[in-house]
């Protein structure tokens, strides 16, 4: 096996208990003794240091470049425009930026026959780096209003252990953000539930990931509410369901109080256990 394994922890739709899956795996992995560690890449609400509770050791600014415009080079020959994909400069006369449309491509500064156009860098957020006893951790935090998280979803990943296993919590949906972080992994765990809303945000995430070639299975959470047909879906599709969660009120409660459910119920680290069981069975060659 790997001396790395990446696996992302990722879901159709928020709420499925993502962080739970994650936050959980992490911690019953360092009981065993793996070297593990937790990136949060949901930079724009991460929630996973509320449960794992870090001592925070580094804080780095992330910052991507964009254009700034010397006005009295320009000639308003709009080249900048024309090879900007994002609609992020218009030009009135003379070039006019948008910074936070910008996707610091670097494409209009090539393109500036004048050299009117450098490129300068502009903060997006910050990437916060630490640690719970044997759990390393790291978490993106995008700055209020900022458009773009894959800049620095990227940054975290960075930040990934050499040795060990390294788990991803992905921001839910299957935008950009969802594609940037699950990217280059070893495997998705896809966390749904057994509900009519469960299900259609779970197809639509087999079907980002299957386009992305990576190799998944499923957790059912509050498995015994709902009714079968994500059990009925994953058969038919031939998806592995690793793991299914009861509608346990003590988690949830737990859950309420910022502890992991391994901390507040001592048996659901031989759930968790066995969560890992299967997926070094999944990812074996």
Request: charged share 20%; glycine share 10%; aromatic share 4%.
């Amino acid at each position: 096996m790997k001396k790395t394994i990446t696996l992302a922890i990722a879901s159709g739709k928020g709420g499925t208990g993502k962080t739970t899956v994650a936050v959980n795996l992490a911690w019953t992995l360092a009981g065993l003794g793996r070297p593990v560690q937790y990136l949060d890449c949901d930079v724009e609400e991460p929630n996973g240091h509320i449960f794992l509770k870090p001592v925070i050791t580094t804080s780095e600014a992330v910052g991507i470049l964009v254009p700034v415009v010397e006005v009295g080079d320009c000639t308003g020959c709009r080249q900048c425009s024309k090879v900007c994909e994002y609609h992020a400069i218009a030009v009135i006369e003379k070039a006019l930026i948008f910074p936070e449309l910008c996707h610091g491509c670097g494409g209009c500064t090539l393109a500036c026959p004048s050299g009117a156009i450098r490129e300068q860098e502009r903060k997006i957020g910050v990437v916060e780096t630490g640690h719970r006893d044997r759990v390393g951790f790291a978490q993106g935090r995008m700055n209020v209003g900022e458009p773009m998280a894959p800049p620095l979803i990227r940054a975290v990943k960075k930040k990934a252990i050499a040795e060990g296993v390294v788990i991803l919590d992905a921001p839910p949906g299957t935008s950009c953000p969802v594609v940037t972080t699950v990217r280059d992994t070893d495997y998705i765990v896809l966390v749904t539930e057994p509900t009519p809303f469960g299900l259609h945000d779970l197809t639509l995430a087999v079907e980002m990931i299957r386009k992305l070639g990576l190799r998944h299975g499923v957790v059912i959470n509050r498995a015994d509410s709902g009714d079968q047909r994500v059990r009925d879906y994953c058969a038919t599709e031939g998806i592995a369901v690793l793991l299914e969660l009861p509608d346990d009120r003590r988690v949830a409660e737990a859950y309420s109080r910022g502890e992991m459910a391994v901390q507040a119920l001592p048996e659901w680290q031989a759930v968790f256990s066995t969560l890992w069981t299967r997926l070094e069975e999944a990812l074996c060659p």
